[in-house]
T-cell receptor
Framework: GENVEQHPSTLSVQEGDSAVIKCTYS??????FPWYKQELGKRPQLIID?????GEKKDQRIAVTLNKTAKHFSLHITETQPEDSAVYFC???????????FGAGTRLTVKP | DTGVSQDPRHKITKRGQNVTFRCDPI?????LYWYRQTLGQGPEFLTY????????KSRLLSDRFSAERPKGSFSTLEIQRTEQGDSAMYLC??????????FGPGTRLTVL
């Protein structure tokens, strides 16, 4: 089955700096890659996703890149703000959205 | 209907007891998913429904776990003969086809 690995497990940046979180996946058939943000005690919320037919997607300060050959994808947050502090999860699935496999999460701390 | 709801939010039970959780998806969503999340980990896929049909089950889902979605709307997850290792947050999510999964607030289960 699919295996998703996520790095780093913790990340601390200064406000205004960029943050990058990387994930790798094992199954080349995976074709849907969402990123979720989970604040303490709250539900995971989708922040951006990418499908295998594109290599990059951007939404304001957030961007995701996908390298299908290397089987890895990354989340980039620019101009970080303290409210970006949360746990971020990457995920991968085959057949778009079914049987989603999540990474272990990255705890991002943005210091003011 | 403002989102996915789950009931109860918290459940404390003694080992060996049965528990049942309920999930109400966003009304027009045809897909419903169950996940389990333990501290410091990403959600682990358990099972998913398309309308009333249970289409996929994880190998994590032992015989003590059963899920239903009898009318294609709300779903229940039952755990029989609970064990301490079942203690976790149980998350439900729903989606409209292959689009974004929206998560509920979760049911936190503690098995004493």
């Amino acid at each position: 089955g699919e295996n998703v690995e996520q790095h780093p497990s913790t990340l601390s940046v200064q406000e205004g700096d960029s943050a990058v979180i990387k994930c790798t996946y094992s199954d080349s058939a995976s074709n849907y890659f969402p990123w979720y943000k989970q604040e303490l005690g709250k539900r995971p919320q989708l922040i951006i996703d990418i499908r295998s037919n594109v290599g990059e997607k951007k939404d304001q300060r957030i961007a995701v890149t996908l390298n299908k050959t290397a089987k890895h994808f990354s989340l980039h947050i620019t101009e970080t703000q303290p409210e970006d502090s949360a746990v971020y999860f990457c995920a991968a699935s085959i057949n778009n959205n079914n049987d989603m496999r999540f990474g272990a999460g990255t705890r991002l701390t943005v210091k003011p | 209907d403002t989102g996915v709801s789950q009931d109860p939010r918290h459940k404390i039970t003694k080992r060996g007891q049965n528990v049942t959780f309920r999930c109400d998806p966003i009304s027009e969503h045809n897909r419903l998913y169950w996940y389990r999340q333990t501290l410091g980990q990403g959600p682990e896929f358990l099972t998913y429904f398309q309308n009333e049909a249970q289409l996929e089950k994880s190998r994590l889902l032992s015989d003590r776990f059963s899920a239903e979605r009898p009318k294609g709307s709300f779903s229940t997850l039952e755990i029989q003969r609970t064990e301490q290792g079942d203690s976790a947050m149980y998350l439900c999510a729903s989606s409209l086809g292959q689009h974004e999964q929206f998560f509920g607030p979760g049911t936190r289960l503690t098995v004493l």
